[in-house]
């Protein structure tokens, strides 16, 4: 509709400009025949169009940009859903797609804008072409020649000149991104930097970024005045050229001096028309370097939906020859054709088969041809030591970490919950912090309920001190990591899932707090596989699986691995 509007919008334009510029003409003719009558009639007529025409030129802007935000709206929405659907956004590599936010952000909004405004010159130029060829023809073929053959020389020289300047601005929004990304590092960051006290030594290297920016902002600003200087020079021989050929026309009698008059509008419309490159080509330049970084990030979303229907398919034949279940946890199932397969199961059992994992980029293999099985309740701890791939194993379990290969089957992802030693603390209330990944209304939990896990979680008195559930605070800086630690013990009390991941979940937590919290996961009856280094933790599991560098491993009992340590 809006598009449609645009449209009879821009036509309307384009028919008052033409009522104008005969207006304008029987001005002028009639003060050369010094008819002080028709020159008043004529300046009259002449102003009913021009009022006439304040409505639609003044609306015209509005309807654009009306149209400019519903698109905005519609590939925004697009976009977001399909970066977050199927956790895409933690497989995009920044050496693929760099910043991502910019281009959801500031990409889109400016796509939007500069593509109707391309388009709309186009369409205009069209019009206007249309418009006035016939007028310049019958005023003088000669001008309509001159004009088509500068255009193209203009089109021509600027294609030349410009070619570099679409390369120049993609960099450029890449670097101002990179910049950009620096300053929220440093935000999100500040504590740390502080307590290293170096604000000097991140100043360098900010101001190290913002020096790419600005060099290569200049060599665009040269270029930018090279081009304006020649479209200068280009759009002044607009103004002379007409007047070469249509004066001598007057001064033998063959045409009005009116004429000349409309001679010199209808070139300088034709040959605009004729050149829009010329005209728009910054604009041309910024919305070819945007296009690409959308589609870029569109083609690579696209790689990861394919992949992901493709291991859809893999779970469906998986499924069709095992158990009967359901397709919603099919669809769940996530696997790559190369990599890590994983499969769907009913209840809380955990199985690993023929489990090999490499680095992303291969350079060296963590665990080699694992295979273990938990039933429902199972308690598994991971030992061994540091960079050795435990959390790298807790990733895969989680679907997060594909390189390599094996079948994990594991609960839905909606009954797992994964506990990390950095616990994510959701921008929003206190309740939203323990109902998370949730919302309170989804889960439909109780306040009481929320106060009761706070008290058992040793943060009773948080909810006073903030000033109750509904307190909105930037969490993760109010809360210590203690603290935050406990929250995530909270989120899992309530949320009493199947399968409970904890990659040193406790880290940051006294001893009490820490047995306590183990009680908890005891007690919740989920299959549970842990990573943590203190020793007394070993009794709330029942085997280890250690883990050595290289790719080996063995299973042992808990109480015999225990045993092992004292003797030790
Ligand atoms: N995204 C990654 N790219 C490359 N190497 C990685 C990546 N993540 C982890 N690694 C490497 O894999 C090894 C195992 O890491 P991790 O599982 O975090 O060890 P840990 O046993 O201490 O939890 C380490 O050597 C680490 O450097
Ligand atoms: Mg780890």
Known sequence: MWLSLLIAFLLMISFINIRK???????????????????????????????????????????KSQLELLWRDWLTRRLLSRYLANRNFTRIPASEVDNPDERIQQDIASFCTETLTIAMAVADSTLAFFSFVTILYLISPTLLVVAVAYAIAGTVATLMFGKRLIGMHYEQQRLEAEFRYNLVYLRDNAEAIGLYNAGERESKGLLQRFGCVLKNMYSIVSWQRNMTLFKTSYDYGVLIIPSLISAPLYLAGQIELGMIVQAATAFGTVVGALSIVVGQYQTYARLG???????????????????????EMTALEHNATGAPECQATAAAAIATSNGIKTRVTAGGRLVISNLSMTTPDRSHSLVQGLNLELKLGARLIIAGPSGVGKSSLLRAVAGLWLDGSGLIERPDLSDMMVLPQESYMPLGTLRDQLTYPLSAEETGISDARIIDVLKRVDLAELSLRVGGLNAVKTWSEILSPGERQRVAFARLLLATPKLVLLDEAT????????????????????????????????????????????????????????ASLRKD
Request: with cysteine; hydrophobic share 50%; aromatic share 12%.
């Open 507 to 562: 880290s940051a937590l006294d001893a009490d707090n820490e047995r306590k919290m183990y009680e908890f996961v005891t007690t919740c009856g989920a299959t549970v596989v842990s990573v943590a280094h203190h020793q007394a933790l070993i009794a709330y599991h029942d085997t280890v699986l250690v883990l050595e560098h290289g790719g080996g491993w063995r299973l042992v009992e808990a109480d015999e691995y225990l």
């Open 289 to 311: 370097a945007i296009a690409r970084r959308i589609s870029d990030f569109i083609g690579k979303l696209e790689q990861l939906e394919n992949q992901a229907a493709q291991s």
């Open 21 to 63: 510029s005969y207006a304008e003409r029987d001005v002028f003719t009639a003060l050369e025949a010094r008819s002080a009558a028709l020159f008043w009639r004529d300046l009259f007529i002449y102003a009913c169009i021009l009022v006439g025409s304040i409505p639609v030129v003044g609306s015209f802007g509005w309807i």
